[in-house]
């Protein structure tokens, strides 16, 4: 904490609930990444228990406390506990799943995993955009949960309600207020959908067995039945810093025939392995949800008033929602009259340096690292362009993105305002393009595209991800980015987070299981090209269809292909042994592009222009097809390249980068010093690189014996 925030707690620059606060987060991305695997190991909530309380043990105890959460009662759910109330709550996919005071979130990862949608509520500041930036798919409200069914859009309907509500305190009212959390349950339940289930962690004393709070409990029967409550030790709690016993009670959104009359509880469980027994045995099953609750989920609900400013004191955490939107401008840049060299060379050099062409970007820093491009491609300049990208204004300022890099989401930009020549028609399968009549009713065109060839070090991630923010800022809030590893996902957040955004809006594609429809209402979605071409299986949709129906048949944002030369041989080919078949990545990437003929296509690869069997998936460069090459098909156009060898695909680099729809930079080496090191051999050294090498020439010369041995016992066996 002290390093994050460059002072220490005693200089009031933090407090060690945000250090408590930050360790429950680290458990929600923990529990994201690990949840599934941990339960589908063991088979069983029950069985998974044990393993998620060894997680909790891992977590320091809250030995201290602010004013804040003294006052708000900010108490977070232990995992083991959680478990127990998402195992009653009997949580399935088709499930909405509200949680009024949702804290750091540790019930709302355990309904995710489930694979249901949340609906996530907190009033406190500091709480809630930590949620925003755990879910960042998920709007969160800042409403007071005790009046949530007031506050909260009609259409926003929960079928399950997890809750753990403050015991005793009231947004607003001062002093300690015995029946807040029965405040809480029954707005809840009143939002609740007929037939649902709610779950709610209280205080061991609000139990219907309670004199106190019987008639309350009786009254909150007419509309919802108690169906199991007991209580447990409050050892359960130790971590997070109290002892208190508390209490889990099941309700049925189903009046009771007799209010009057209640389960009986089984008591107090002494540990959570008791708890969790006595939940599996004596819940209930789950009532049938009444049928306008079965429909699909929602749009993302709006609020009946305007949320509540993130106040940003210096005790809280610097945190970025994904509600908080960049200011921005459109780049302002001059265009250029560019002239080659005499005799078109510029020297004798194989490389020449790069810089700027044909426009000029004021206020603009060269990148970090002097940057070189082919002979070819420094002979030759890109048209002048018009487009102008919007972007955050300090990423020029400060550097972030260098000239060079601007230079790219310019080009990317003025590439996406046009369209191939031509109208086409796809099938069903999106495997099969044809040529069809512009009048055509069922007549398509494809969007443009851009090739992003850099080597290493030009910050090939920086760019594509400016290429999306562009994008997100003219309100195109979905894109896809494809990529040839899993593990790169981390890469790619942490570009989209340099750019100034919340590094979790980029979401991969495995937290959605294959035939499940992608429910987020806006992000970046990665996924990689192994996974792109799993094909349907049963029931379930492909990947691609999968992919296609989140984004829309009429999508238009931006699709990265990062190392897209994955997807090389799509269009088959030949070999030393005969035909070669298209590979299953290259056409499952085809057919995304097919699918989706108005989406801003950047591909991304420093060996794009390597071979020309790399470049068989860029249909949207036009390079077949079309009215800029003489090229009829893919096959011809691939033909005509491997006959004309290495200059052939070096023209053609040069001919794409003058069209404006190729770049490739690389980082020059001019200035690099070395110095050789060398290693004086010892006598020892000697003698041993002696024997060994003595010892391999008596294998090599049996090794051949062999060899020649066997031709000769072939040989006679022939005659």
Known sequence: ????????????????????????????????????????????????????????????????????????????????????????????????????????????????????????????????????????????????????????????????????????????????????????????????????????????????????????????????????????????????????????????????????????????????????????????????????????????????????????????????????????????????????????????????????????????????????????????????????????????????????????????????????????????TSDLVSAAPDDAASAIRFRRGFMLGDGTGAGKGRQSAAIILDNWLRGRRKALWISKSDKLIEDAQRDWSALGMERLLVTPLSRFPQGRPITLPEGILFTTYATLRSDEKAEKVSRVRQIVDWLGSDFDGVIIFDESHAMQNAGGGKGERGDVAPSQQGRAGLRLQHALPDARIVYVSATGATTVHNLAYTQRLGLWGGEDYPFATRAEFVAAIEAGGVAAMEVLARDLRALGLYTARSLSYDGVEYELLEHALTDEQRRNYDAYAGAFGILWRAAHKTCYREEAVMRRSAA
């Not at 680290?26 to 339960?39: E, I, M, P, Q, W």
């Open 1 to 428: 904490m002290e390093a994050s925030f460059n002072a220490s707690d005693a200089a009031g620059a933090w407090d060690w609930k945000l250090a408590y606060d930050a360790c429950e987060a680290a458990t929600v991305l923990f529990l994201r990444k690990y949840g599934n695997a941990l339960l589908h190991k063991a088979g069983s909530a029950a069985d998974a228990l044990p393993l998620i309380a060894k997680v909790a043990g891992l977590l320091p105890t809250h030995s201290r406390r602010s004013i804040d959460s003294e006052t708000f009662q900010q108490f977070s759910t232990p995992i083991p506990l959680g478990l127990i109330a998402a195992t009653a709550a009997a949580i399935l996919p088709s499930d909405r799943v509200l949680e009024p005071s949702a804290g750091t979130g540790l019930l709302a990862i355990l309904s995710e995993i489930a694979g249901a949608t949340l609906i996530l509520n907190e009033l406190a500041d500091t709480r809630a955009s930590l949620l925003s930036s755990l879910f960042p798919a998920v709007p969160v409200t800042r409403f007071d949960a005790a009046q949530i069914d007031d506050y909260l859009d009609p259409a926003a309907v929960p079928t399950v309600v997890l809750m753990n509500p403050p015991f005793s305190a009231l947004a607003n009212v001062s002093g300690r207020m015995a029946d807040a959390a029965l405040r809480h349950i029954a707005s809840a339940l009143a939002r609740l959908a007929e037939g649902g289930r709610l779950v709610s962690i209280t205080a061991v004393n609000v139990s219907p067995e309670h004199p106190a709070w019987r008639e309350a409990f009786m009254r909150l029967q007419e509309r919802g039945r108690v169906v199991f409550t007991a209580s447990i030790d409050g050892a359960v709690y130790a971590k997070h810093g109290t002892t208190i016993e508390t209490r889990l009670t099941v309700f049925d959104k189903l009046p009771a025939v007799d209010p009057a009359l209640f389960p009986a509880s089984p008591g107090t469980a002494p540990d959570a392995r008791t708890f969790m027994d006595w939940v599996t045995k004596q819940v209930p099953p789950r009532l049938p949800l009444a049928a306008s609750c079965a429909l699909p989920t929602p749009s993302p609900m709006t609020s009946k008033r305007v949320a509540r400013p993130i106040a940003r004191g210096p005790a809280n955490l610097a945190l970025r929602s994904a509600l908080d939107e960049p200011s921005y401008v459109d780049l302002a840049y001059e265009t250029l009259d560019w002239q080659p060299a005499e005799g078109g060379r510029l020297t004798d050099a194989i490389y020449e340096e790069y810089g700027l062409q044909t426009i000029r970007i004021p206020g603009s820093q060269a990148h970090p690292t002097k940057l070189v491009q082919s002979a070819a491609m420094a002979s030759v300049a890109p048209p002048k362009p018009s487009y102008r990208p919007r972007l955050p204004e300090r990423l020029i300022d400060e550097g972030v993105l260098s000239d060079a890099q601007l230079e790219t989401v310019i080009y990317a930009g003025e590439a996406h305002t046009g369209f191939l020549s031509g109208a086409w028609t796809v099938d069903a």
